[in-house]
Each structure stands twice: as C-alpha cells, then as structure tokens.
C-alpha cells in the first residue's frame, strides 16, 4: 500500500484540486499491481509548488537554471523492498501543469495524473537519460496511466 503526504505551497492548486491527499492516494490505489506494494508499507512525499519555488530547487540540487514540471528526491537508490519503504519526494509545478491557462478540469487532472506518474517511477529508479531508457519509462507510464482510465471518468 503506497501512501502519500501530500504538501502544497502554491494556492492556485486548491482552485483545481479540492481533496489533494485523497486524489493522490486514490491514484495510488488503481495503480497495477506491480506498482501498489501490496503487504508493504510505502511513503512519500508530494509537494505542489509553483514554476517560482520549482526553479530554485532545479537550480540547488540539479544545476540547471529554469523551471521545470516535476523534480524526483528518491530517499535511497539502493533500498531493498523491506516491509515499511520511504520512496522519496516529488515536486509538481502547478505553472506546467495548468497550460494553457483554459484547460478543463478533466484534462488538469490528467496532466497532474501523468507528471505524478512520471515523478513516482523516477524515485522508483527509471530513468529517460537514454533513448532505451526514456522507451522503456514510457511505456510503464502509459500502462499505470491506463489502469487509471476508470477513475478518470
């Protein structure tokens, strides 16, 4: 079971995202199996933050100068799936998110599902530096993103 702590920074995700905490662990519950941790108890954290905060983060622990979607802290890289497993951190730029300015709610919330799901396979350890490496976390994205088309509608 995989349970999210979700913290927000940036006001403008509440006009979009009323229960924040719920919507993530509900992602969470419809992910496939291989990715929900059945019998285990997984944590992270999630941050909704802004293109302001995101790229003082980007600039501090990754060099790079600019916004940027959504940023990965995996806890530890080396972790063995023991029974209790702290993932890491995620950060998602509520500026990414809601372009254009006159998405539909629907569609923010897809968005936000797919950043969310790219975060959460980052601090799983999948990686798109290689073109081998951004095919194969592609399509574990689509297949986790698909198993959540039920809970979309």
Partial sequence: MIKVNVFSEEKSWSKKLKKKEIFFNQICKHFPKKFRFINKKVY????????????????????K?????VLSFPFDQEKQMSKEVYL??????????NKPKNLTNKVFKEKTIKIFIHGFLHL?????????????????????FNSLKKILN
């Fill in 88 to 97: 890491g951190d995620i950060i998602i730029s509520f500026n990414y998110i």
């Fill in 124 to 144: 799983l350890g999948y990686d798109h530096i290689k073109n081998k490496d951004y095919e194969k976390m592609f399509i574990k994205e689509q297949k986790i």
């Fill in 65 to 69: 100068n600019k916004h940027t979607d």
């Fill in 44 to 63: 992270l954290t999630l941050l909704l933050s802004n293109n302001k905060k995101i790229k003082i983060l980007n600039k501090k622990f990754r060099n």
